[in-house]
Every structure is written in C-alpha cells, then in structure tokens.
C-alpha cells in the first residue's frame, strides 16, 4: 500500500509542476493575470506531493518492505535505523528522488520567501523551476521508479546497502550535496526569469544573492563531508582524487564561489550583468553535468552508480534542452542587458574580475581533465588517463594568484584605489608572511627545493590571506564601537561571513599544504606485539579481537600509540566482513586533533604468517581541511542572514499582487 | 549576425560541443562486455553441490547443450527470474544448471526451497572463484553452452519468455536459416 | 574617449595573455602526467616505453603471486592470456587483490622487462573489471585465435 501511495504521488507531483511550469507561462503570454498566479499554489501542492513520495520510500526502507526492489538491494533486515534512512539515498532511484525533494524544497522556499518580489519575477522564477522538476519526475517516473515492486515473489531479506556506504558521513554527505547542487536551480532560475524580462539590475542581484549564498554553504559542507568520508572510510589516508564523480561536485562549487563575486559586483556596482546572468546558468548546468556522470556510466568511477545508457541519454537529452534553451536565451536577450560602466584599473572590481576569469579557467581546466578519457578515445590517442598529477599542477598554479587577491579583496574599494594606499596597507602584512613562509623553509631545509618552494609560497599565502582580513576586520570595527574586539562583532553579517569565507579557505589552505608536505605514511608489515616508530610517535601493535556488529564481523587491530615513553592514544582498526555482501571493509583507526592525526589502517593478514600489512601515518593539521571547510560553511549562513535581503522593496520596482490582478 | 551576439553565442557553441562529446561516450557500458570465454570451454572447475556438500561436480558433469544460470538469494532479481525458470525447466526444452554464486548454503537452499529448484544440478561456488573465471558480472546472469560444453553466449541480466525464445533459443537451434550450423 | 580606449586595449591584451598561458599550461600539464595503458603482449613485443609511467593492467596469474617473508615486498604475474609480465611491489595490496582478478597497476617498465609498481588499483566493486583491462584481454584473445589457423 505504502509504495502504491508513494507512486501515485509522485505522479501527482509530475501533474502539478506541469501546472507550475506551462500555466503561469501561458497567463503571462495571453495577459491573463488570475492564470499566471497559479504558480504559487502549485508549488506548495507539488512540494506536498513530492515529499509524501520521499516519506513513503523512508518508511519503506524502515520496515524492511523487501517487495520493493529498490529496498530489496539497497537493505537488510541486520542493517542499523540510521542506515537504512541513510540507504534511503544510496543508490541511483532513491539519490533521483532526494533530488527532486530538494528541489521541491527550494521551490516551496522561493514561493514562501519571495513576497518582496513583483509578483511577474516570481511567477516566471517558479516556473522555471516547475519545468526542472518536471523532467526530472518524468525522468524518475518513466526509467528508475524507485517504487517498483518485486511481485509475486520477493526476498526474505534485502541484499544490504554497499558497506561503503554504511557509515555516519554518507547519511550526510549526498544531502547536503544535492541541497548545493539543486540550490543552484534558484539562482538559474532567477537569471533565466530575467533574461526574459530582459532587465537586470541591482535590485536583481540583491534577490538572487541569499539564495545563491545558502547554495554556496550547502555545497561547501557537502564536500568537506565527502572529503573526510573518503579520508577515515577508504582505509588509505587520501581526501581527494580528484575522481570524476568529485570533480563533478567541485566544478559547481568553482562556478558557484566566481557567481557569488561577481553577484556583489553587480548588486553593488551595476557592472558584469550578463557575465552574472551566464555563471547563474553554469553553475547549474555544472550540476547537472555532475549528475549526469555519475549516472550514465561515461566515465568510471568509485562512486558512480550502475550505469545505465537508457537513463545516460535520457539525462543528456534533459541536459541539452535545459542548458542549451538557456544559452540561446542567453545568446539572444544577454547583449540587450550588457553594459559598460566605468572602473579604473585598481579596484575591487578588476579584483573580481580576475578571480571570475581565474575560477572559470580552473573549472574548465578540470573539465576537460575529467572529460579527457572519451576525448582521447574520440581523437584515437589510445587509453590515456591523466591523473591526479595533472589537475594537482594545474589547479595549484592557477589559484596561487587567485589566494593571492584574496588577501587584497576586502581593502580594494570600488571604482578605483590609489596603489599607494595598497603598498601602505600590505607592506607589515606581506613582510611578516614572507618571514612566516622563510622560517617554515629554515625548519624543513633538508627537503626538496620543489616541496621547499611549494611550502614556502604556501605559508606565505596563508598568512597574507589571514592577516589582511583580520587587520581589515579590525579596522572595519574598530569604526562601530570605540573598543575594536566589540566592534569587530558589529560588522554587517555580509562582511562578517566574508571574513569567514575567506578566513576558512586560508585554513583549509594550511591543512593542504602541510598536510600534503609533512606527512609521514609509513606502509609497514607487523606481527603482534611489535613496534614501529613513525615521526616520534611508537605504535605498537597490542592484539586482534574478533568484534561482532550489528551486521558485520571484525577483526580489531589494538594499537597503542605513545611519544616519549607515554601513552597518548589506543587506535582501533577494523577489517570487516559485511555479512550479507560478503564484502571486505577496511575501517581505519584515527586520533584527530588540531596539531596532527595519528592514522592506522589494516591492509591484509600476509599468508602463512601472522604478520599484517598496516599502514600507519602522521598527519600534521588535517583537520584544518575540515575545520576550514566548516567555517567557510559558516560565512555562507552569515553572509545569507543579512537583514538588506529581506528588507521589502516591492513599493519602489514593479506591481504588487493585488495590483496585478486590479489590472486583469 | 553582429559581433556582439556571436560573443554572447560563444557559451552555447561550446556547450554543444562537450554535448556532442559525451553523447559519443554514451553507450559505451562496461555490463555489455562480453564474456572473455565466448567460443571456449567452460573453465575446469570442481565444487560441491548446493544441495549435499559431500558430492562434487566439474566440468566434466556439465553435458550441453545447456544454460548455466548465476543465481543467488542475495540477488533481487533472481526472485524475479525464478518462476520462468520454473516453466521452462518444466518445458524440458534445455538442461538448466544452477550456479549459486556468492551465496551461503543455508540460504541458497532456502530458496531453493522455497520457490521450487529447476536446476538439473546446481554448483555451489560461496567463494565466487568459478564465476570470476567464467566473466561473471553479477546475478543473475546465464550462460548458453552448446553440446560440446563450449560457452556460445552470456546474457546479463533476467530470462524471461521472450529472453528464451528470441536471443537464447536461435543460438542452440538455429534452424535452417541461421548460419548453417556448426 | 582615448584613455578609456587604452585601458580596454589593456584589458583584452592580458586577459588573452592570460588565457593564452592558462591553455599552455593545461596542455604542458597533460602532456607531463598523460598515462598511457600498456597490456602485457604490448610490453612483450616491445611497444610499451621502458622508463616512464605507464598503466600495465591485466588478470593476476593463479599461483604467481610471491611475498617477501619479511617486508611487504611482492611480486606477481599479469596476463591477457597472450604474454605474461611480472611485476613487483612494495606496499599494501588493495582489499580486492586477488589471483584471478583483473587489475591496473601504475608504475615503470625496467630494462630487464620487469614492472615495478608504484600503484596497485582494484576497484572498490567486487565484480568491477576495468574496461581497460577487459579490452586488451579481448584483443589478445582475438589476435590468438587469429594466429592459429594460419600455424
């Protein structure tokens, strides 16, 4: 019954976002008001039924419902509560129908929040938005219903969720995601609803900007969270890959991070509208980019799904009519909206104009790495692959200088500052960052002259970044209240969370580099009992338990970790056998803190011994990853709750509702 | 067509470029790999039946023209499957051998069970060893073996009626028209 | 109306400069860390470089597979049923390791035609074998099959 509902659902859904698509679209062509109105109701409608759907497959997938297939291969009866809500969306059907539930979502927020716009914007913006849902419910409905059912016969039990999966960061990890990833269907919506009005303006940018933001933050969130997933649960210590499936999720996040910039500059200056306008469209033709690849079996990857080719064209056809609809308009209506205004060679809006283009070049740069597979096949080069190698140089180089301007950013004004002024600004900041990077290669002389340079324009990168904006967020407060540390709390929440932003990617930016040039990994075969020393630290393989989960057997390594004598930490790691799939784990033992993490994983029990392969590492200030990542999360949530984006301002541009349909 | 539009046309044409670039990946989908065994003898094996683990089965036991399907009470689909492999083993139109793959024995026996067993003999391989050796991609999936125990086709996925009668059948009996017969 | 000019001559000149040295540097970068993907007959008939890295990917041979008794040195043997390479490793085998299994390894080919890996690559996905592999296995299969009508 539960799964019947859930279909029928779904199909009311589809019903709806054709209405929210096609009705309000109508109306406005044929000026009948009243109709283009219905927008908005059949947005929550559609809202209501999607999600009814989502909870349906929830339930489901809670009461061991194995008649459905989807459940049937995605959990077992042995599988934990919480991951069976995580295997919800932990494959291709029910990761489609979190998708379209978020975007639901954002559509039910843009109707609900969206009172201060003209009544004629939103009914375009949803939309927009309704003909996104619509071919992604057909899609679900017509090639990947997670609803179909298993009848007449059906399994006792499930065949388990992919032990890669059962794990705390994957019931977060896609979530968040896809929030960023659908979030940016807002923002596309919104310039595509301009595009036909043909008008951009400031008081545009101001809309679009807290939407574009939150996206931004879930985004953000979500790949910190994929990151340490791949760190702790893929057993050998490494946090990006720069795997198709990761690229695809980092390309939107570029687009995204150059569309917020180049959003301030239009909402404070008037300048790069059209430019604004086509990042709004990338960054959701990114998105849906990335989830075509992981779908369609293009490229292969750890991540990606059963590939289906069916479901592969289907997508593609979606994408094409979206993306290239879009960029037509684009082509048609962005001429009509360019403008030239008028800054000097020094001010902030060359700044963002330099990051803009740096930020486009990187995303295409890592496209066409990703790509490069099918593009060497087409020109008959062979099976070539480029590796992480490749997008590691290329991406390094080209953000060197764009970390470099972040530093700048915040003191830079708009339309012109005086050089110098910056000099006079920069000069203790830079000189104390070249001492910081200087000592830092004083202290790591003994290595190569590559990872010397690499650690020395890394240090000095993070300590510009972190001492620009701090002085700059000192002196911004010290403006608000005579005693600077109160007033830095004062500053409007928008510089608040750029100070963050930018603050937290300096952060990030130490976990990089030190991490990737400080680390000790040592791949080490130890019988019990034994020891190996690893940059200071003694780890000592103590004794292998045997452990029984929920759904899984273990065995334990015990690992006792001590500096000088002292014990300072007990790792356990696992290797465990799922019970259902039969499948081998690799779960590693971690002790995290801000200095350092100290990381032992299992590899293999070596034949006819006792001895295990185990990896043990020393790794200073990974977390900073992380930590980084979260607070440029939080930048995001402050640089959103601004209170100027929800300060009416319909008296001043365009038609009240009731005045619209006076006019009907 | 004035500069300024082409300008503004430069994102369309690139995107329909990469759009022309993935529509030619498309398709190309690892599942539809052939077996590396095609034309060639099943590999040499020796297992226990699922059904007593005292009695062993090799290669030599398997007599063509037969299927070999790769099932397994893990697997979704072979729940699925089942009941025309029930009809068609009823049918007496071909030998039917069951490969259960991956499985424990209890519950491959339980589902033998429970559901029926078309299976002439079913080869009990927990290890998955003998389906890495014959290509096996996953469950379920059959094998089509011609008399001289030779594998002629590899179908991934569910048999069905029309599975049997349109892709497997024409292969072990071409009839007249299909080329001439070994 | 000249200053403005200038300054838009400017800017086009070094955003073309810049995209200029932006493309170099993407093909520089391909070209360093492109990695071609040998099989082992393309190694035994001398087509695979000795020197740089290269992809060597094939089925591990049953019964190939030796261990050092006291580090983590391992060596084992790669097929496409046609030619055989083997290869040696210090490090951690991967999870799916197995004989049997197809696999990638990432390393270099040496002089005296042994393969030392840097990397062993199995995918996370039990039945996962890399089309790569299944190809050059194919290929070698078909060109056998070829060859022996004519001997």
């Known amino acids: 019954m539960i799964p019947e509902i859930g279909s029928l659902a779904l199909a009311f859904g589809l019903g709806l976002a054709l209405v929210q698509f096609i009705i309000p679209l109508v109306g406005i062509l044929t000026h009948r008001w009243r109709l283009a109105l219905i927008a908005r109701p059949a947005a929550i409608g559609q809202f209501f039924f999607v999600a009814l759907s989502f909870i349906c497959l929830a339930y489901s997938f809670y009461s061991n419902d194995f008649s459905i297939a ?194 301030a500059a239009t909402e404070k200056r008037g300048v790069f509208k059209a430019w604004t306008t086509l990042l709004a469209i990338a960054a959701f033709s990114f998105s849906l980019l990335g989830t075509f690849l992981v779908r369609s079996g293009v490229l292969t990857s750890v991540h990606s799904f059963a590939s289906d080719p069916v479901r592969g064209t289907y997508i593609l056809v979606f994408l094409g009519v979206v993306v290239g609809a879009s960029l037509i308009l684009f082509a048609i209506r962005g001429s009509k909206v360019a403008v030239t205004s008028w800054y000097n060679l020094l001010s902030r809006e060359l700044l963002f104009l330099i990051n803009n283009l740096i930020l486009v070049v990187v995303t295409v740069m890592i496209l066409l ?43 830079v004004n708009w339309r012109q500052y005086s050089f110098d002024d910056l000099i006079k600004r920069t000069r203790v900041s830079a000189l104390v960052s070249l001492m910081a990077a200087g000592s830092m290669v004083v202290i790591e002389s003994q290595k190569a002259l590559t990872d010397l340079l690499q650690i020395f324009i890394g240090i000095f990168l993070i300590v510009w970044v972190v001492l620009l904006n701090i002085t700059d967020w000192w002196k911004r407060g010290s403006k608000k209240s005579s005693n600077s540390l109160v007033g830095m709390t004062k500053v409007s929440p928008s510089f608040l969370g750029m100070y963050f932003a930018h603050i937290g990617l300096a952060i990030v930016v130490i976990g990089v580099v030190l991490s990737s040039h400080l680390s000790v990994e040592k791949n080490v075969r130890l019988g019990i009992g034994q020891s190996q020393s690893v940059s200071g630290y003694d780890f000592k393989f103590d004794k292998i338990t045997n452990v029984t989960g929920p759904n899984y057997d273990a065995l334990r390594g015990h690992f006792i970790v001590s500096k000088d004598g002292e014990q300072v930490a007990e790792l356990h790691a696992e290797k465990r056998q799922y019970r259902a799939s039969r499948q081998w784990m690799t779960e590693a033992g971690i ?40 607070l440029m999360g939080i930048g995001g949530l402050l640089a959103m709750s601004d209170k100027r984006y929800r300060s009416r301002v319909k008296k001043k541009f365009g038609v009240e509702e009731n005045q619209v349909i006076g006019v009907a | 067509m004035n500069n300024k539009t082409f300008v503004f046309l430069i994102p369309f044409l690139f995107f329909v470029a990469m759009a022309i670039l ?71 139109e071909i030998k039917i051998y069951g490969l259960n ?25 927990n290890s998955g060893r003998l389906g890495i050796d014959m290509g096996v991609y996953g469950a379920p999936e059959t094998f089509l073996i011609n008399d001289k125990n030779e594998i002629i086709y590899r179908h991934v996925g569910i048999v069905n009626q029309q599975v049997w009668e349109e892709i497997l059948k024409p292969k072990i009996y071409p009839g007249e028209l299909i080329h001439g017969g070994r | 109306m000249k200053p403005l000019r ?124 890399s089309p790569e592999v299944a190809e050059a296995i194919k290929k070698a299969e078909a060109e056998a099959k070829a060859r022996k009508p004519k001997e």
């Open chain 1, 369 to 411: 790495g990703t790509l490069q597979p099918i593009i060497a096949e087409l020109l008959g080069m062979g099976k070539v692959s480029v590796g992480p190698p490749y997008f590691n140089m290329v991406f390094n180089i080209l953000m060197t200088p764009l970390v470099f301007l972040i530093g700048l950013g915040p003191i």
């Open chain 2, 101 to 125: 793959y991956k499985d424990e024995r209890s519950k491959g026996l339980k589902f033998i069970n429970d559901l029926g067993n078309p299976y002439y003999q079913i080869i009990f391989d």
């Open chain 1, 70 to 263: 989807y459940v049937a291969s995605h959990s077992n009866r042995s599988l934990p509560v919480a991951y069976r809500l995580g295997a919800t969306w932990g494959g291709h059907e029910g990761s489609l129908l979190l998708w379209v539930f978020l975007l639901s979502s954002w559509t039910l927020a843009v109707a609900l929040l969206s009172r201060s716009l003209p009544a004629l914007t939103r009914v375009r913006v949803l939309a927009v938005l309704g003909a996104v849902s619509v071919g992604f419910l057909i899609f679900i409905i017509f090639t990947s219903n997670p609803f179909a059912r298993l009848l007449p016969v059906y399994p006792i039990d499930g065949s388990d969720l992919n032990p890669l999966l059962q794990d705390p960061g994957m019931v977060f990890h896609p979530p968040l995601l896809y929030m960023g990833y659908v979030g940016f269907s807002v923002a596309f919506a919104f310039a595509i609803a301009a595009l036909l009005e043909g008008r951009i303006d400031t008081l545009w940018a101001r809309w679009v900007r807290p939407w574009t933001q939150a996206a931004w933050m879930f985004l953000t969130l979500g790949i910190a969270a994929g990151s340490w997933w791949a760190y702790y649960e893929l057993g050998w210590g490494g946090w990006w890959f720069w795997d198709p499936v990761e690229n695809a999720s980092f390309m939107p996040w570029l687009i995204g991070t150059a569309l917020l910039h180049s959003l």
């Open chain 2, 22 to 92: 993935l529509w030619t990946g498309l398709g190309k989908d690892p599942t539809k790999l052939d077996s590396q065994l095609i034309g060639k003898a099943i590999p040499v094996f020796s297992r226990s039946t699922l059904q007593d683990e005292s009695v062993t089965i090799t290669n030599d036991d398997i007599k063509g023209p037969a299927l070999i399907n790769v099932f397994a009470s893990w697997c979704p689909s072979c729940y699925n499957e089942h009941p025309y492999l029930m009809t068609l083993s009823k049918s007496k």
């Open chain 1, 591 to 630: 002790d995290a803190n801000l200095m350092r993490d100290l990381y032992v994983a299992l590899g293999e029990q070596i034949e006819n011994s006792n001895d295990w392969a185990v990896r043990i590492y020393v790794k200073p200030f990974i977390t900073c990853l992380w930590l980084g990542g979260i």
């Open chain 3, 6 to 129: 200038k300054r838009r001559l400017i800017f086009v000149i070094s955003i073309v400069v810049g995209l200029g040295a932006a493309i170099g540097l993407g093909l520089y970068a391909m070209q360093q860390n492109i990695n071609l993907f040998y099989s082992p007959q393309e190694v035994a008939t001398g087509k695979a470089p000795v020197g740089p890295l290269i992809r060597l990917g094939g089925l591990v041979v049953a019964g190939s597979v030796k261990r050092d008794a006291e580090s983590l040195q391992v060596s084992f043997d790669l097929t496409d049923n046609a030619e055989k390479v083997t290869v040696s490793y210090n490090g951690i085998l991967p999870d799916l390791f197995r004989e049997g299994q197809g696999i990638v390894t990432m390393g270099k080919l040496q002089e005296d035609g042994q393969f030392v890996a840097e990397e062993v690559l199995a995918k996370h996905d039990e039945n996962y074998m």
